[in-house]
């Protein structure tokens, strides 16, 4: 079928017209690699995505990351995600175990979960699914041991519009009223409407419409791979934060499939408006880097107070909308504006202890040691060489001779560094998964050496038994190594392929010098565009373009490697808008001091 708005309407609704069978078994505890104590967690988020059945009659297997939503319960935290089966459970947001839902299986939907709605209130946490259909209200006093009951047997169908689809769930603590957000399309706009909590949140008047998206104002709403496509966008994934007194209703856009999915937020003194468009907008934006794509999340507190914003970073590699999670501070300013911080955004960042002061604190300053090093395997197979596992390009992938244990990539870093981290992307090729058995698992080993031919074992997964399609894996110490070695043990798919392996740590040396002749032109024809270019830096790997609305609230970031063109065409500008840019430069050894700011009209 062409690819057409009317098609990817089918896309998004194809989710409810596949039916399934699940094994509905209680929640069973899992073996994690990662040690007690472990600090740090890198983007895409370490869970075992599952396999995603929908596109089984096309003969195509990948696994579902999409639409996260992550909720504090109690103290402890769930992930919710399209079509799982199921949710997740952490005490730390860093060990995620998988629970599948204590139900008889005639109870839990024959087409799954899709961009389901969640939230704890009351000590219990409600559930609720996207719809055209009547669909139940879930609750659960315990989500850990997957118990759930229906709250409300049958929700009828939202009147004043097409849905509930992409529903999102709110309370307000300070008057006691529920509300519900909703709306996926490229014709309609988001909705919201009041729940009554004295009739098992059944719907009270009609559904009111709130706002649309408005690309000819708006660049970073325009549709397509760096907003490129004239295709009318499509809006989705709404959830509210309340914070001081305002209401923050936030969506996704402009397409799922692309580097620019993002996250935005309308503001308003109530909770169904009237809204008023944030000037800073896009909040969440990541078009640039490993992964890329962080639109349709949610944001929650963690048990300290911080603010984070979930996304689904784009993969499409089997299928357009095979994607990730990924989870970034986020934050509100003095002047109320919200804002996810995405700098480095795919690097290791530790997990927080404490309320932070600035969401930048995070970042452990781990470099990426592994960029375009040279590699060496133990076998290939067609164009499918080692050399993509370090060029940090997420689509394409290493593919072994064999699927059997014993089978090896090295990565030789140029020089001994102090190694921290590594992250090994598994991808699915032509695996013809479509279920998630027992047998779907993840082991290999992780080695290092300073010569090349002594080695010492940095990580053992041979005892794990989970899937871990992204593996992030943090030493226990840091270790002195020229050369990271992955040896396989084991996956369920008949094909071994790894799309990057990503070394993180420090290299002795100088950090890059400051990036000179920092240059941005707004386009006089089209002013959601920027042309901004600079000098090249020696011994750079790569740079952040950072802006924002002034030079103290650069919240945006585009990474650029330095091995492409000194330039970048921005299109995600707001008309209307003045803003200030600046540049810093990165290589193994840091990061450079940003430049001076420069002003744009």
Known sequence: MPWTPKFRVWCSTVYRRFVFTIALLPATASCFAQFV??????????????????????????????????????????????ISGGWWHSKDLVNWRFIKPDVSPHQWPKEDMCAPAALSADGRLYLFQSTFERRPIWVSDSPETGRLEQFNPLLPQVPGAQGPWDPAIFKDEDTGRWFMYFGSSNLYPLYGIELDPTNKLTYMGNSAELFKLIPERHGWERFGPNHVSSTTPFMEGAWMSKHAGKYYLQYGAPGTEYNVYANGTYVGDGPLGPFAYAPNNPVSYKPGGFITGVGHGNTFQDNYGNYWNTGTPWLAVNFDFERRIAMVPAAFDADGLMFATTRFGDFPQYLPTKKWNRAEDLFTGWMLLSYRKPVTASSYRDVFTAANVTDENIRSFWLAGTNKPGEWLTVDLGQESEVRAVQVNFTDYKSGIYSNPPSVYTQFKLHASSDGTHWTTVADLTNERRDRPNAYTELREPTRARYIKYEHVYVAAPNLAISDIRIFGRRSGEVPATPAKLQVRRDGNDPRNAFISWDDVHGAVGYNILWGLRGDKLYQCYQVFADQRPQLELRALNIDQSYSFAIEAFNESGVAKPSAIVNIR
């Not at 740090?40 to 059945?53: A, E, G, L, Q, R």
């Not at 596109?55 to 995600?81: C, M, T, W």
């Open 37 to 82: 104590g472990q600090k740090t967690y890198c983007n895409p988020v370490d869970i075992d995505y599952k396999y995603n059945f929908e596109q089984e009659a096309r003969g195509i297997s990948f696994r579902s990351g999409a639409d996260p939503v992550i909720v504090n319960h109690k103290g402890e935290y769930f992930l919710f995600v399209t």
